[in-house]
């Protein structure tokens, strides 16, 4: 499943919770791949409707079986020696409302050792540690990475994984494009995944000595862009190559130099070199169309409609029709529809005639599409 459905899933174990219902949820996917953020992005929600949303990142790779359970302590009870334990300082404490609302977290817990699993069989069963119950409005779920040969973890015996619901987590490239966009990331990272040239792979497909790229690898390019490593093209390629392996590391080194799409920024702070690299682009000997795709959708998406009515921060139609000018007919047609859809409340046939009126030259290139044939007569 994609891993924007993790919110779905514990909204769903929620919902079961609180009718007193067993429901665990397990997320196992590639490292990487955003499940713990989103467990916590569901916590931050939840805080949202009660502050005191209890949550515990239990970091079970990290712990043996006492740390789990206590360690053990003698007590004199009725006269006679009695073993008990020490409850862990994470857990909830004997005073704690019965009314308690949260989640515990147990992370990687195919890390942990045969004694730490078999402790959480006790907690998963009968919710509760020794004689520390945990409250009812308290609800259980895991994330892991596949039991393979690419992680080192311990296999999860089948009476483990049956106290949980699993799902398998997927990469997902438009939720991965949308969160670069929402977090606002360097518009060099967004475009280069954007175009295809770096294509997600499992584990299980990277070749002897490559490289596992995954969005939290991204995470790592955005973090030295913003401490402004594209200032120094040298140690650029280094950093690159070391995050993202020699490959990849090479061809966005280049990207973000050489090879750039061209941008609606680019546009406006330097027209004429801007086109001058479309041009680049658009001939045949050094064609890319995926950077010309990446273009048009930064042009529609700043585009501001005709000279008279633009914002300075917008594409005027008059730059989008320069632009129009310079890249194959059938791209350029993409960007004056996406344009011309983007004019709220014209019908797009009656804007395609208005547009040819405006600019006459480019006729020829509009009757290259039968949709707006009708719109645009020959003369």
């Known amino acids: 499943m994609k891993p924007t459905k993790i919110l779905d899933m514990l909204d769903l174990a929620w919902e079961?919770?609180?009718?007193?219902?067993?429901?665990?949820?397990?997320?196992?996917?590639?490292?990487?791949?955003?499940?713990s953020a989103i467990v916590k992005e569901w916590v931050d929600k939840q805080r949202?409707?009660?502050?005191?949303f209890f949550f515990l990142d239990l970091r079970v790779a990290y712990m043996e079986a006492p740390d789990m359970i206590g360690f053990p302590e003698t007590s004199e009870v009725d006269g006679f020696k009695r073993t008990c334990h020490f409850i862990p300082e994470f857990w909830p404490d004997k005073e704690i409302s019965p009314d308690m609302e949260g989640l515990i977290l147990f992370e990687e817990p195919n890390r942990g050792t045969t004694g730490v699993m078999n402790c959480l069989m006790q907690i998963l069963t009968d919710r509760q540690v020794h004689k520390l119950k945990i409250p009812d409005g308290v609800m259980f779920a895991a994330c892991i990475n596949p039991d393979s040969a690419e992680y080192d973890v311990n296999h999860m015996d089948a009476a483990l994984k049956n106290r949980f619901e699993e799902f398998e987590v997927e990469y997902d490239p438009m939720a991965f494009i949308n969160y670069m966009d929402a977090k606002n990331w360097d518009a060099?990272?967004?475009?280069?995944?954007?175009?295809?040239?770096?294509?997600?792979?499992?584990?299980?497909?990277?070749k002897e000595n490559g490289k596992y790229i995954s969005p939290r690898t991204w995470e790592k390019v955005q973090a030295a862009t913003v401490a402004g490593v594209k200032d120094r093209r040298a140690l650029h390629r280094d950093v690159m190559c070391s995050i993202l392996g020699r490959e990849i590391g090479n061809e966005f080194h280049k990207f973000c130099y050489e090879e750039a799409p061209v941008t609606a920024q680019d546009l406006l702070s330097d027209k004429k070199s801007a086109l001058k690299r479309l041009k680049k682009h658009s001939d045949t000997k050094h064609y890319k169309g995926?950077?010309?795709?990446?273009?048009?959708?930064?042009?529609?998406q700043h585009y501001g409609g005709l000279p008279s009515d633009c914002p300075g921060d917008k594409i005027s139609e008059d730059v989008m029709a320069e632009v129009a000018k310079i890249i194959p007919s059938d791209q350029a047609v993409n960007l004056l529809k996406g344009c011309g859809f983007k004019q709220k409340g014209?019908?797009?046939?009656?804007?395609?005639?208005?547009?040819?009126k405006r600019h006459p030259d480019l006729v020829d290139i509009l009757r290259g599409n039968i949709v707006v044939d009708r719109a645009v007569k020959k003369k």
């Open 188 to 206: 060099d990272i967004q475009h280069f995944v954007g175009s295809g040239t770096w294509i997600y792979k499992p584990t299980s497909e990277i």
């Open 48 to 52: 949202k409707r009660n502050p005191n």
């Open 16 to 35: 079961a919770r609180k009718k007193g219902q067993i429901f665990n949820p397990l997320f196992t996917g590639e490292a990487g791949l955003g499940k």
């Open 290 to 300: 995926d950077m010309i795709a990446i273009t048009i959708e930064s042009i529609v």
């Open 346 to 356: 014209v019908n797009i046939s009656m804007y395609f005639k208005d547009f040819t």
